[in-house]
């Protein structure tokens, strides 16, 4: 999971395959279905292609990033990436759009609150996403859209996959309606007084994060984001413990990904991104294997304050970088980079016999180069 090389790193498949899960779990799990030669089965939602969203608004969504994402954390709303201001003002008692009341709220990002709502025709308890109306969230909110309607083709309950119910407007605000879950794997972590999980409980969660990854990279999506905030345990009382992901929002088809985008959380993204180079859908598998690290040990495997603390983190603990990465990385030295990369290589060689030389360096192409 976590090979600095992206082509090493194992898939959602082979994740689901492994000897790991041989005690039963991966041909009884009820999240996969398991064909006669040992592989998984796209699980298709019996959602009818004329479903639509809530309402008669369209949005006219393109999976093409057109602005810079808020990088996302535990931020005030009232934190803003434009000038512009949406002090959103939703307390218990708030109708949003026609009939969902809010009965509190259940956390808060850059892009606006998530809020638990009771639906005043039904009685039906909600989550309900709140996004600003700021222009650059407008269009975040837009592309998530576009993203949860290609996920109306899978079984949320079977691929461990947040259920959409659509989505309304309130004002110029995006609603979007999700299914209420318990608590985030984070806070389940927490639970354990941060002390990790046994093997018992961890096997069965590791095992559904793989199998959603696995029904995204089905249908062509890369997560971008993923880690114990936005992975919900269904219900904390119930054995084996049953989760699903959530937030799309950093979501993208795997064709549309932007070299040098910068997308996820510090300390759950991978080297790839960090680096600025082309990543696909490798990037979420690395994010699990942290998951999955944080699982056992209750506490995440690559803390820091940005990516620079989390690269020396990684490279403290499985070696340096493969050249490839660093001499083809867009962020760092950028004139005379691959040359800059075997300098410092041929300086930091571990056998004294093989150290370049203050000679050599003078010698060396990297000297040569144009200023």
């Not at 109306?133 to 407008?138: Q, R, T, V």
């Not at 992975?231 to 929002?249: A, Q, T, Y």
Request: glycine share 8%.
């Amino acid at each position: 999971m976590l090979a600095l090389d992206a082509n090493q790193r194992i898939t959602p498949s082979e994740v689901l395959k492994h000897p790991f899960f041989n005690t039963g779990l991966s041909g009884s799990a009820p999240c996969t279905d398991m064909n006669s030669t040992g592989g998984e089965n796209l699980v298709v939602s019996q959602q009818p292609s004329s479903w639509k969203s809530q309402g008669s608004q369209k949005f006219n969504c393109s999976f093409q990033n057109s602005v810079e994402y808020p990088q996302k954390g535990h931020v005030n709303t009232s934190a803003n990436p434009s000038s512009s201001e949406d002090d959103l003002e939703i307390s218990e008692g708030t109708i949003l759009g026609d009939h969902h009341m809010v009965e509190s709220l259940l956390g808060e990002g850059g892009f606006g609150v998530v809020t638990r709502c009771r639906n005043t025709k039904n009685n039906q308890i909600v989550a309900i996403k709140v996004n600003k109306s700021d222009p650059e969230i407008l269009q975040q909110a837009k592309q998530e859209i576009f993203i949860l309607e290609q996920l109306q083709r899978l079984d949320p309950d079977r691929c461990n996959i947040v259920e959409w119910n659509g989505y309304f407007l309130d004002g110029e605000r995006i609603c979007l309606n999700f299914e209420l879950l318990d608590q985030s794997l984070w806070d389940y972590i927490g639970g354990w007084n941060n002390q990790g999980l046994p093997i018992r409980e961890l096997r069965p969660i590791l095992h559904q994060i793989a199998n959603a990854l696995f029904h995204l990279g089905s249908v062509g999506i890369v997560h971008a984001d993923l880690k114990p905030a936005n992975i919900m345990v269904v219900n904390r009382h119930e054995s084996p413990i049953k989760v699903k992901l959530i937030d799309f929002g950093l979501a993208c088809n795997a064709s549309a990904v932007i070299t040098g985008d910068r997308v996820g959380t510090v300390g759950y993204c991978a080297p790839e991104v960090m680096l600025g180079i082309p990543y696909d859908e490798a990037i979420d598998m690395w994010a699990l294997g942290l998951v999955a690290v944080e699982l056992a040990t209750g506490v995440p495997l690559y803390p820091g304050e940005d990516d620079y603390d989390v690269l020396k983190f990684i490279i403290e603990t499985q070696g340096q970088l493969p050249d490839h990465l660093l001499e083809s990385g867009l962020r760092g030295p950028e004139n005379g980079q691959p040359l800059f990369v075997r300098l410092i290589k041929q300086m930091l060689a571990l056998d004294a016999n093989q150290r370049i030389t203050p000679s050599e360096v003078l010698k060396h192409n990297l000297m040569a180069a144009p200023p």
